[in-house]
T-cell receptor, first 112, second 113 residues
């Protein structure tokens, strides 16, 4: 599946590091999303962007900072994370915010 | 948000049909029933959705009860590649909340030879 790509696929970082996750969609969609999937917990929606504007922030701590420079790219900037932030971070996109969402393969993040 | 209830796990033999149930007794008239699945080490994948009538596509069929309080995802011939966690999700038609896909814990389907 090359519709939604995410890099890196795996990331290990210390609590004082700054890193960024990248998502790119090749589907011509207008909406993009960040989700978090922790071990043994359901997927949680973090952020929603529609036409590059953030429309939803589900009470995500400020150590997670999203950026959407255009409709095809979405970033998640990470700084001073905690070990409990270790999880699979999934990006998704959809044509409009009411349409079917297509997910990327995720970035497996480990915070030491 | 209206909630869904699914069995934690199910098993099936390869080449046999699989019926994955979902209860959603508090569904509202504006909620679509969506199914996604998540294969190991992958992101979720859309399977099918419906409102009132039964639906078929190349991946599966969706049977919706007449009162809409339950639905069943049907895989007609399970293969080993269908082993995944299957999520039943209610999604409102209203724009404001429609962007939200609220995932539960899903049903883990095991397929054996």
């Amino acid at each position: 599946e090359t519709g939604v790509t995410q890099t890196p696929r795996h990331l290990v970082m210390g609590m004082t590091n700054k890193k960024s996750l990248k998502c790119e969609q090749h589907l011509g969609h207008n909406a993009m999303y960040w989700y978090k999937q922790s071990a043994k917990k359901p997927l949680e929606l973090m952020f929603v962007y529609n036409f590059k504007e953030q429309t939803e922030n589900n009470s995500v701590p400020s150590r997670f900072s999203p950026e959407c420079p255009n409709s095809s790219h979405l970033f998640l900037h990470l700084h001073t994370l905690q070990p409990e932030d270790s999880a699979l971070y999934l990006c998704a996109s959809s044509q409009g915010i009411t349409d079917t969402q297509y997910f990327g393969p995720g970035t497996r993040l480990t915070v030491l | 948000d209206a909630k869904t209830t699914q069995p934690n796990s199910m098993e099936s033999n390869e080449e046999e049909p699989v019926h994955l149930p979902c209860n959603h007794s508090t569904i509202s008239g504006t909620d679509y029933i969506h199914w996604y699945r998540q294969l190991p080490s992958q992101g979720p994948e859309y399977v099918i959705h419906g409102l009132t009538s039964n639906v078929n596509n190349r991946m599966a069929s969706l049977a919706i009860a007449e009162d809409r309080k339950s639905s069943t995802l049907i895989l007609h011939r399970a293969t080993l590649r269908d082993a995944a966690v299957y999520y039943c999700i209610l999604r409102s038609r209203h724009t404001g909340t429609a962007s939200k896909l609220t995932f539960g814990t899903g049903t883990r389907l095991q397929v054996t030879l």
